[in-house]
C-alpha cells in the first residue's frame, strides 16, 4: 500500500508546500554554477531549423470549456517571457527561470492541472502544453535534454497535434522543471505564435543543420498492472540528409504513464 504524502492527508498545506519548495527550488539553481538563457533578441537569427503547432483548445477533458481559455490565457502571459529567448553556446534553458515572473503584473487564470495525482484547477493551469511544444521542438535540435517529466496520468485523450504520443514533458514550479542545455558553438533562438486556436512554435539558428531530424514514437503497448493501464511507447530520434538518407538514429527514452480514461474496446492490454 502506499504510503499518503502529508499534503494529501492535509490538503490545506500545500500552498505553504509549495512556497517551501519553490525557495528551495530557485535557491537551488541560483548556486547550480549553470549560466541560464535570459536574453530576448528582436530580430530572429537566419535559419529556421523547425516549425511546428498545436491546436490550442481540448473539448474531451470532460470539464467545463472555459478552463480551456483560461489555459489560453496563462499561455499568451507564459509564452511572451520565452518569445525571443537567445539560447547561446554552454547556456542552460529552464522553463521556469523564463516563465517566473509571468504573472507578476497580471494574475493567472484558474485552469486544469494535476495535485497529489488528481485533475483539478489551480491558477497558471494548462501551462504543460506550452513545456510540452517547446521539448517537442528542443528534440528536433542538437540542444542536450537535461531534465523532463513526463506527465504521471494521461486524463484524456490526446488533440489533434503533430506532437505523438510519448513525447510530452509536465512542470510544475518547485517541483519539476524542463531544461535544455546548448553544448554546441551554435546559437539557437525560439519564437513562439499564439493565433487563434494554435500555438505555433520554431526554433531558429545561427547556421544551418546539416541534416534533419525526425522524432517517432514505435512500440505502443498497454500493461494492465497492480488494477492500473500503463501506456508505453519508445522514442527514437533519426537524422536524415536532405535527399532522406538516415545519418543516425538513436533511442532517446521509454515513455510510460497511466491511462486516466476508457481506452476504446480495440485496445490490446497485457497484464503483468
Same mark, same amino acid.
Given at each position: 500500500?502506499?504510503?499518503?504524502?502529508?499534503?494529501?492527508?492535509?490538503?490545506?498545506? $500545500?500552498?505553504?508546500?509549495? *512556497?517551501?519548495? /519553490?525557495?528551495?527550488?530557485?535557491?537551488?539553481?541560483?548556486?547550480? @554554477?549553470?549560466?541560464?538563457?535570459? %536574453?530576448?533578441?528582436?530580430?530572429?537569427? @537566419?535559419?529556421?531549423?523547425?516549425?511546428?503547432?498545436?491546436?490550442?483548445?481540448?473539448?474531451?477533458?470532460?470539464?467545463?470549456? !472555459?478552463?480551456?481559455?483560461?489555459k489560453v490565457f496563462n499561455l499568451k502571459l507564459a509564452a511572451k517571457k520565452v518569445n525571443k529567448l537567445i539560447i547561446k553556446?554552454? %547556456?542552460?534553458?529552464?522553463?521556469?527561470?523564463?516563465?517566473?515572473?509571468?504573472?507578476? =503584473?497580471?494574475?493567472?487564470? %484558474?485552469?486544469? #492541472? !494535476?495535485?497529489?495525482?488528481?485533475? /483539478?484547477? #489551480?491558477? &497558471?493551469?494548462?501551462?504543460?502544453?506550452?513545456?510540452?511544444?517547446?521539448?517537442?521542438?528542443?528534440?528536433?535540435?542538437?540542444? /542536450?535534454? $537535461?531534465?523532463?517529466?513526463t506527465h504521471k496520468v494521461k486524463d484524456f485523450p490526446n488533440s489533434d497535434s503533430q506532437l505523438p504520443d510519448g513525447v510530452?514533458?509536465? !512542470?510544475?514550479? &518547485?517541483?519539476?522543471?524542463?531544461?535544455?542545455?546548448? =553544448?554546441?558553438?551554435? /546559437?539557437?533562438?525560439?519564437?513562439?505564435?499564439?493565433?487563434?486556436? %494554435?500555438?505555433?512554435?520554431?526554433?531558429?539558428?545561427?547556421?544551418?543543420?546539416?541534416?534533419?531530424?525526425?522524432? @517517432?514514437?514505435?512500440?505502443?503497448?498497454?500493461?494492465? @498492472?497492480?488494477?492500473?493501464?500503463?501506456? *508505453?511507447?519508445?522514442?527514437? *530520434?533519426?537524422?536524415?540528409?536532405d535527399d532522406g538518407q538516415i545519418l543516425k538514429e538513436e533511442f532517446c527514452y521509454e515513455n510510460c504513464c497511466e491511462i486516466?480514461? =476508457?481506452?476504446?474496446?480495440?485496445?490490446?492490454?497485457?497484464?503483468?
Amino acid at each position: 500500500m502506499t504510503r499518503k504524502r502529508l499534503t494529501q492527508i492535509f490538503p490545506a498545506l $500545500v500552498p505553504i508546500r509549495q *512556497k517551501q519548495r /519553490t525557495m528551495f527550488f530557485y535557491a537551488a539553481m541560483a548556486l547550480d @554554477k549553470n549560466k541560464y538563457a535570459s %536574453e530576448l533578441q528582436s530580430d530572429l537569427l @537566419k535559419y529556421c531549423i523547425y516549425e511546428s503547432s498545436t491546436p490550442l483548445y481540448n473539448t474531451e477533458t470532460g470539464f467545463d470549456m !472555459v478552463y480551456q481559455h483560461n489555459k489560453v490565457f496563462n499561455l499568451k502571459l507564459a509564452a511572451k517571457k520565452v518569445n525571443k529567448l537567445i539560447i547561446k553556446p554552454n %547556456e542552460t534553458f529552464s522553463f521556469w527561470q523564463c516563465v517566473r515572473y509571468a504573472n507578476k =503584473e497580471i494574475p493567472y487564470k %484558474e485552469g486544469l #492541472v !494535476v495535485v497529489n495525482d488528481q485533475l /483539478t484547477t #489551480v491558477k &497558471g493551469g494548462g501551462l504543460c502544453l506550452l513545456s510540452n511544444h517547446l521539448f517537442w521542438m528542443f528534440l528536433h535540435t542538437p540542444l /542536450t535534454i $537535461v531534465e523532463r517529466h513526463t506527465h504521471k496520468v494521461k486524463d484524456f485523450p490526446n488533440s489533434d497535434s503533430q506532437l505523438p504520443d510519448g513525447v510530452d514533458a509536465t !512542470v510544475a514550479q &518547485g517541483w519539476l522543471d524542463l531544461k535544455v542545455k546548448n =553544448e554546441t558553438n551554435l /546559437t539557437f533562438q525560439i519564437e513562439l505564435q499564439i493565433t487563434e486556436d %494554435e500555438l505555433i512554435g520554431r526554433i531558429y539558428s545561427n547556421k544551418a543543420l546539416p541534416y534533419v531530424v525526425t522524432i @517517432k514514437a514505435e512500440n505502443e503497448r498497454y500493461i494492465q @498492472k497492480d488494477g492500473k493501464i500503463f501506456e *508505453k511507447l519508445d522514442i527514437y *530520434k533519426q537524422q536524415r540528409s536532405d535527399d532522406g538518407q538516415i545519418l543516425k538514429e538513436e533511442f532517446c527514452y521509454e515513455n510510460c504513464c497511466e491511462i486516466g480514461y =476508457e481506452l476504446p474496446e480495440s485496445a490490446q492490454i497485457r497484464k503483468e
